[in-house]
């Protein structure tokens, strides 16, 4: 795959409605791009179904929620919660009484990490113990959600899991330096990679973002199987980032987040759908925006690509509801006539010579280097100091824009997807929003 493939035109679904099943595979956390999928399931009448990771007590032990953390769950899901721990990953699992990996890279230090070497064969054991664990709670899930089907059924499984970052006490002084470092503070992502440390944590990353979508494509096999047998329709989703077309100089031209090292597993979810499609399966990777998430606020200028939203406002026909964001977004600055000078200022960051060569769709994801952290940091940074305060940024108003419009774009796409990877760039998330506030 040479170039994005782009959702261009607004679906409309027929579907998903009452008597239909959503079910969420993942939990629901905080602000995030599942909030606004599981709003258009609801609003759909459809019977909602969740799971849970489950919660670690003492020693890690992994349990399910209890009576009081399940009946939160099912209040912000508004349905029912499959109590069985379904936490991805293998950092903490092991096939006996030995050490996990995170106890293996928690003996490293600052000092020696990048030549400390870990036994693989030790990982890849627990790497089999985590998800023999994993598939054995999918399966009891299964069971569980094929109980709440009804004959005739569709039924909309949304993936949402994803992360993977292995959580040893040396690794977060590092990604403070990898993510947010510059000047003297900065540090290679290749240098990261390269390590035994960036390895293992490339493992996880797969393993919670992408093998866990092959896990529920073959665990759900049979009740698919069911479903389809009854008359019904079974469709996938899961989340992907890839980049993202925004307005830079004038038109639309893909654009990514370095370093993203997230990325490489979140090019096998693609793989992992496109071998799903050809097998018949309809299950797609939505590639979404750039957001700022509780997750993805590591990222120091991930968020930088937010602002040409509110020229695609214009551009897409947002009318009253568009120049009512530009109003919105203007309040929240120190300086309220600032915001032309920062889209300005955007605009030439991303057609510098730095920016441009990370924007090589063949490429991604491409390693750090210190001019970029330089830059985008640097840039990032100058731009928050210009609000009136850090705790109401405008990337927190257009994040909830974009999840706003992902929620029906995807809901509606699904119904009837048209591949298996499609990208939402910000041309689609415009007029998304404008057919939402038509009037408004």
């Given at each position: 795959m040479s170039a994005p493939v782009s959702l261009r035109t607004l679906s409309r679904q027929s579907l998903f409605g009452k008597g239909d099943v959503f079910v969420l595979f993942g939990e629901l956390f905080g602000r995030g791009y599942a909030n606004g999928l599981v709003a258009e399931a609801r609003a759909a009448g459809m019977t909602l179904i969740g799971m849970t990771v489950g919660r670690r007590e003492a020693g890690d032990r992994l349990r399910p929620l209890d009576a009081e953390e399940l009946a939160a769950a099912e209040a912000g899901l508004g349905g029912r919660i499959i109590n069985v721990p379904l936490m991805a990953g293998f950092d903490l699992d092991a096939p006996d009484d030995g050490p996990t990996p995170t106890e293996l890279a928690g003996a490293m230090t600052i000092k020696s990490w990048q030549s400390d070497k870990l036994d693989w064969r030790r990982i890849d054991a627990c790497r089999e113990a985590g998800a023999a664990r994993f598939k054995a709670a999918l399966a009891e899930a299964m069971r569980q959600v094929d109980a709440l089907i009804p004959p005739g059924a569709n039924v909309l499984f949304a993936h949402t899991m994803a992360g993977g970052l292995v959580k040893a006490k040396v690794f977060l002084a590092i990604a403070n330096r990898v993510y947010k470092g510059r000047g003297e503070r900065f540090m290679s992502s290749r240098a990261l990679l390269d390590s035994d440390l960036g390895k293992l944590n490339l493992m996880n990353f797969e393993e919670v973002t992408a093998n866990t979508f092959?896990?529920?494509?073959?665990?759900?096999?049979?009740?698919?199987?069911?479903?389809?047998?009854?008359?019904?329709?079974?469709?996938?989703?899961?989340?992907?980032?890839?980049?993202?077309?925004?307005?830079?100089?004038?038109?639309?031209?893909?654009?990514?987040?370095?370093?993203?090292?997230?990325?490489?597993?979140?090019?096998?979810l693609e793989a992992i759908a496109r071998a799903a499609w050809e097998r018949g399966v309809k299950a797609t990777v939505f590639n979404c925006p750039e957001i700022r998430t509780n997750s993805s606020d590591i990222f120091v200028g991930v968020e930088l690509s937010l602002f040409p939203l509110l020229l695609a406002y214009r551009r897409e026909g947002c009318g009253a509801w568009g120049e009512a964001q530009w109003a919105a977004c203007r309040a929240l600055l120190a300086d309220p006539a600032a915001l032309d000078d920062i889209l300005a200022l955007l605009d030439a960051y991303n057609t510098s010579e730095v920016m441009q060569h990370f924007r090589d769709f063949d490429a991604w994801p491409m390693d750090n280097t210190a001019e970029l952290a330089e830059l985008m940091i640097g840039t990032a940074e100058g731009i928050t100091a210009r609000h009136k305060t850090r705790g109401a940024l405008i990337t927190d108003l257009l994040s909830a824009h974009v999840i706003e419009a992902s929620g029906p774009l995807i809901f509606n796409e699904a119904a009837a997807p048209s591949g298996p990877t499609l990208w939402l760039n910000h041309d689609i998330m415009a007029r998304q929003l404008a057919a939402l506030h038509a009037g408004g």
């Open positions: 092959a896990y529920l494509l073959d665990g759900s096999a049979a009740l698919r199987a069911r479903i389809e047998g009854e008359g019904g329709q079974v469709r996938y989703t899961a989340y992907g980032y890839h980049g993202t077309e925004i307005l830079i100089d004038g038109r639309y031209q893909w654009q990514t987040y370095t370093n993203y090292t997230q990325g490489h597993a979140k090019k096998r």
